[in-house]
């Protein structure tokens, strides 16, 4: 009897330790998920290039709800005129009146948000490693979010409202400034417009340069991206300014998702990590 209890409360002891070794495992596991650490070359290229192609997927297969995006579209109209803040046409003419102007718009609004981004991303890289992912966490979980958006609110840009009289810059002046606009419309979701990824994505480098960026012309240039980016939608008539909101919207639920990941703010983590070219020596042990 005596060796049989013993027996017992040995394997007790071993099934009531075995959940605990398991906690601490996936304690572990999950401290090193969450642990800034050097970002890998050629595994950020493949993850960046499969997020992008699948934002660019989802978003063009969104049913295009035509009908819902135009009534949605009057409605944001309505609402900017009650506010009196219903600009968007005024800008749209008065910039079209300029050629040279508004033929750089379109190229602006159809290049800037992808090399500038991917630039501030090779930036972060290289010189932020210690805070790449987590600012990198910030623009994924932005971008994802937006995808909500399109599903559930479809927008008409104004350039396509019924009954006003906004220029579609790209087609006037024949320039490729848009996907959504001529040869190209059919490769793009034409009523993704709320959010505004444009000010979404343009915001996030913005910010991270103003944060991170040690020389003061660069920070102004980053504090002026975002402005510029504002201008060049509205006036391109690809964007109400409410559509901004919904951008800047989703940008501050992006980084909620990473301050809530790595418990604290992106830009207040460590610059360098063990591994990095210029990281600190590591202290010695006792």
């Known amino acids: 009897m005596g060796e049989t209890t013993v027996t017992t409360l040995q394997g007790r002891e071993q ?51 035509r009908g819902q995006a135009l009534r949605n579209a009057d409605w944001i109209w309505r609402t900017e005129h009650q506010l009196g803040l219903a600009f968007e046409e005024s800008v749209n003419h008065a910039v079209n009146s300029v050629t040279w102007l508004i033929i750089g718009m379109n190229y602006y609004y159809a290049t800037l948000h992808f090399v500038v981004t991917l630039g501030v991303l090779v930036w972060l890289f290289r010189s932020h490693p210690g805070r790449y992912a987590a600012i990198r966490l910030a623009l994924f979980a932005t971008t ?91 006036a391109t008539a690809n964007h109400f300014w409410l559509d901004a909101v919904g951008g800047m919207l989703c940008l501050a639920f992006g980084f909620t998702v990473a301050r809530l990941w790595y418990g604290a703010l992106p830009y207040a983590l460590p610059r360098w990590v063990p591994g990095s070219r210029k990281a600190p020596p590591l202290p010695a042990e006792a």
Request: with cysteine; glycine share 6%.
């Open 15 to 65: 099934t009531a330790s075995q959940p605990v070794a398991e906690d601490k495992a996936g304690l572990r596991f999950l401290r090193r998920l969450r642990t800034p650490r050097r970002p890998r070359f050629w595994f950020e290229i493949l993850l960046i290039a499969v997020s992008y192609w699948t934002y660019s997927l989802i978003r063009n297969t969104v049913p295009e709800q």
């Open 144 to 234: 994802a979010v937006a995808l909500v958006g399109y599903y559930f609110y479809p927008l008409a840009p104004p350039r396509l409202m019924n009954g006003n009289s906004f220029v579609d810059t790209v087609l006037v002046h024949q320039t490729w400034g848009s996907m959504a606009s001529g040869d190209l419309k059919h490769m793009s979701n034409q009523y993704a417009a709320m959010p505004s990824m444009h000010i979404g994505w343009s915001l996030w480098c913005g910010l991270t340069v103003f944060a991170l960026a040690s020389a003061p012309w660069a920070r102004v240039l980053g504090l002026l991206y975002p402005t510029a980016t504002l201008v060049v939608i509205v």
